[in-house]
């Protein structure tokens, strides 16, 4: 099994996860098995419970893991389903350990992190690999950080027992007073680094402009590689264009050349999709409660770009944050997309911007939450005026409730209706002209469904609800007499890719397109 493991130095936010899932994309474009391991070194089980004030969004997978949002950019880039296996944590192994220690299974010994817990993550590693050509680790945090020490550790010892890479990603920071690029972070990281037992093979800079031979000769000398392995992460303008820029400096065949292979990189076809050049500009409003950090909506930024690729149609957001959102802020957009959320605040801001959206007949996109509040806002044109879903208030028009099975669980961690299921299309529905195809699978993650004691009056004028899954539950709803009005019990935006873009943010994006220039 071959390894190439992920370090990062510095700071953390350095764009470590799109550096490791370009280096698989370069690999997996040479016709290797390749795949991708995040480790978090945080004592949570999994990403599941976290803020995405704090972390960013929770991303989802087929399984029903749910992951840190790198496991999204994994997906994009490789177009790959990943299962819950590839996100190790903390927290999954001493979960593992202790319950291993509580059955007996370590026959009387003393447990300790050396070996028990470095034993337990190769295993995880193992587990996961054998399937693979290639196996790229990434280890999440900073070199240095107390919580990272026993994954190094482990990373340490599985070089001595498989073929490993190491590649450390550092930053290269200029001064504007000087404007020379400063290599001590770097020297310093790799030094940290170097105290774990690990020498990195590879160091791959993130800079502002592109690193200079003289800055390469620099980290080259101090940190133990040759001039050739430092390579130049600087910033382009969009991520998809890093696995060319890493390319064109050959870390693909620098990184076999260490396991005695030799292989040509492909990627012809990745460049000419996102070569794509736009002609129009459109503009979406994101109607969100977490919108003071991008990432996390950040896989529904990801699908609105893989469709530009295809459409040539560029997607201005409009980030709205919905409590602080004004009527006039929706003025002049050509699309209002309200995503997934949980609780009260802000609830009914977005639903007014729902209201917005469809009686001006502006194309609307309702994911999760957004689809269950576009319920709530139909039911009330109708006359259910207390129309409310009970994740809020009490109410006696319950047309959002609690899913049945949901009633007696008690704890938060992986509780959901979670993963993939499967969802039946109407045959004359827009969702299936844009799926093209009668049964589809998509991610979930709610506990909250569209009460099926309101259907009959929901759908009596107007509404209907054209996907359901094997169970009866309401999946999809649109309206008739509206240029594009959708909403997603699932979540689209977690299975769009560059090489696939989603179908419902196509749909969006060339409604958008016919709006404003009709
Ligand atoms: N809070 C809603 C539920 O639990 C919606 C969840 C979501 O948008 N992911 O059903």
């Known amino acids: 099994m071959r390894y190439i493991i992920v370090t990062g130095g510095v ?19 040479m016709g290797y098995k390749v795949t991708v391991i995040k480790i978090d070194p945080y004592l949570n089980v999994d990403a599941g419970t976290m803020s995405p004030f704090e972390h960013g969004e929770v991303f989802v997978l087929d399984d029903g893991g749910e992951v840190d949002l790198d496991l999204g950019n994994y997906e994009r880039f490789l177009n790959v389903d990943l299962t819950r296996d590839h ?20 026959l009387g ?3 300790q992190p050396i070996p028990h817990l470095t034993d337990e993550i190769k295993s995880e590693i193992r587990k996961v690999a054998e399937k693979y050509d290639f196996t790229v680790i990434e280890i999440g945090g900073t070199v240095g950080d107390i919580e990272s020490m026993p994954f190094l550790e482990a990373c340490r010892q599985l070089s001595w027992e498989e073929d490993v890479v190491f590649i450390h990603v550092t930053l290269v920071p200029s001064l504007d007073v000087v404007g020379e690029q400063k290599t001590k972070p770097t020297q310093h990281s790799v030094k940290k680094l170097m105290e774990t037992g690990i020498s990195p093979h590879i160091i791959v800079c993130r800079s502002k402009k592109e690193l200079l031979e003289k800055t390469k000769r620099k980290i080259a000398q101090f940190c133990n590689v ?9 910033d382009v303008d969009d991520i998809y264009k890093v696995p060319l820029l890493l390319n064109e400096q050959r870390i693909g065949e620098k990184i076999i ?25 459109v503009t979406l409003a994101l109607v ?18 893989h469709c530009s690729y295809y459409t040539g149609v560029n997607v201005k957001i409009r980030w709205l944050e919905s409590e602080r959102m004004k009527k006039e802020d929706l003025e002049g957009v050509d699309g209002i997309l309200v995503p997934g ?8 801001e977005k639903i007014s911007a729902i209201n917005y959206a469809r009686e001006k007949k502006i194309p609307f996109l309702g994911i999760c ?3 269950q509040l576009a319920t709530i806002e139909y039911a009330r044109s109708i006359g259910l005026k207390n129309a409310n879903s009970t994740e809020f208030v009490d109410t006696d028009e319950p047309v959002i409730d609690l899913l049945p099975e949901q009633k007696k669980i008690k704890n938060m961690g992986g509780t959901m209706r979670l993963g993939a299921y499967k969802i039946i299309l109407d045959n004359q529905s827009t969702v299936y002209n844009l799926y093209g195809s009668k049964e589809i699978y998509e991610r979930h993650r709610h506990r909250y469904e569209v009460n099926p004691q309101y259907i009959d009056i929901l759908t009596r004028d107007g509404l209907k609800f054209t996907g359901r899954s094997e169970d009866g539950r309401m999946e999809v709803l649109e309206l008739e007499d509206h240029p594009f009005f959708l909403g997603t019990q699932y979540h689209p935006e977690f299975t769009s890719r560059v090489e696939r873009p989603s179908p419902v943010f196509m749909g969006l994006v060339k409604a958008m397109a016919r709006y404003s220039n009709p």
């Open 109 to 111: 010994k003393t447990v």
């Open 257 to 281: 050349d260490k396991f005695g292979l030799r292989r040509k990189p492909n990627l012809e076809k990745w460049r000419s999709i996102i070569s794509r050049k736009c002609d129009k500009d």
């Open 87 to 106: 996100n190790i944590t903390t927290g999954k192994i001493y979960k593992k350990v202790i319950e291993k220690e509580r059955r007996g299974d370590y």
């Open 226 to 234: 040759s001039e050739d392995h430092v390579i130049s992460n600087h």
């Open 341 to 348: 959320g949980f609780g009260i605040r802000g609830t009914e």
């Open 288 to 305: 969100g409660k977490y919108i003071d950090l991008h990432d996390s909506y950040i896989s529904i930024r990801e699908a609105l770009m």
């Open 11 to 29: 700071l953390s936010g350095l764009g470590k996860g799109v550096t490791t899932a370009s280096i698989a994309k370069i690999l997996q474009s």
């Open 369 to 371: 939450l957004g689809f």
